[in-house]
């Protein structure tokens, strides 16, 4: 079955500090790969996404993800995270079906 | 560039009521899709809508419906509400037809409906 993991339910990082948010997937074929990030109270919106080529994609705010089909992982980066990076981020999958396949989410919370 | 926008904002219904969601796609987009986001949970696909039919639908049961309209607006209507339809019910719009940018989905603030 099509199955998107987040190991990490909760990260606590300090400002300034580096981030890395894995992101896991099960898949029959490398689908597209997306992170949105979610705000208190708001909707989602889309940081970066992946179809094919460079397997390093850039983002909005800084973000940054590596795909990495040996480990079928897209892990989402920034070098120094703000405190109004707080919030919560998913990963999602769509096998070209236009129908996205969510984890279960990570929520940051930045230390001063 | 308008965005994504959904109404009402928040929802309170008793059990066995009906419901009607409102979502207006961002300009220039000619698909919607519905996501059922539980309290904790990632969002879940209820079912997307092209060219005013349904298309594609998730593990959700038939008293979820939707209705798409000629400006590309849609309706998501929930019948005999349980309890566990308790969530943040999130619309998103995306272009088909214009190659791999078409899978990008923009989504308005959701609605957050509560049934008791």
């Known amino acids: 079955a099509q199955s998107v993991t987040q190991p990490d339910i909760h990260i606590t990082v300090s400002e300034g500090a580096s981030l890395e948010l894995r992101c896991n997937y099960s898949?029959?074929?490398?689908?597209?790969l997306f992170w949105y990030v979610q705000s208190p109270g708001q909707g989602l919106q889309l940081l970066l996404k992946?179809?094919?080529?460079?397997?390093l994609v850039q983002g909005i705010k800084g973000f940054e993800a590596e795909f990495k089909r040996s480990q079928s992982s897209f892990n989402l980066r920034k070098p120094s995270v703000h405190w109004s990076d707080a919030a919560e981020y998913f990963c999602?999958?769509?096998?070209?079906?236009?129908?996205?396949?969510f984890g279960t989410g990570t929520l940051l919370a930045v230390q001063p | 560039e308008t965005g994504v926008t959904q109404s009402p904002t928040h929802l309170i219904k008793t059990r066995g009521q009906q419901v009607t969601l409102r979502c207006s796609s961002q300009?220039?987009?000619?698909?919607v899709s519905w996501y059922q986001q539980a309290l904790g949970q990632g969002p879940q696909f209820i079912f997307q809508?092209?060219?005013?039919?349904?298309?594609g639908r998730g593990n959700f049961p038939p008293r979820f419906s939707g209705l798409q309209f000629p400006n590309y607006s849609s309706e998501l209507n929930v019948n005999a509400l349980e309890l566990d339809d308790s969530a943040l019910y999130l619309c998103?719009?995306?272009?088909?037809?214009?190659?791999?940018?078409?899978?990008?989905?923009?989504f308005g603030p959701g609605t957050r409906l509560t049934v008791t």
């Open positions: 300009s220039g987009h000619n698909t």
């Open positions: 992946y179809f094919s080529g460079d397997t």
């Open positions: 898949y029959g074929a490398t689908p597209y």
């Open positions: 999602a999958v769509d096998g070209a079906t236009n129908k996205l396949i």
């Open positions: 998103a719009s995306s272009s088909q037809g214009t190659g791999l940018s078409a899978y990008e989905q923009y």
């Open positions: 809508y092209y060219r005013e039919e349904e298309n």
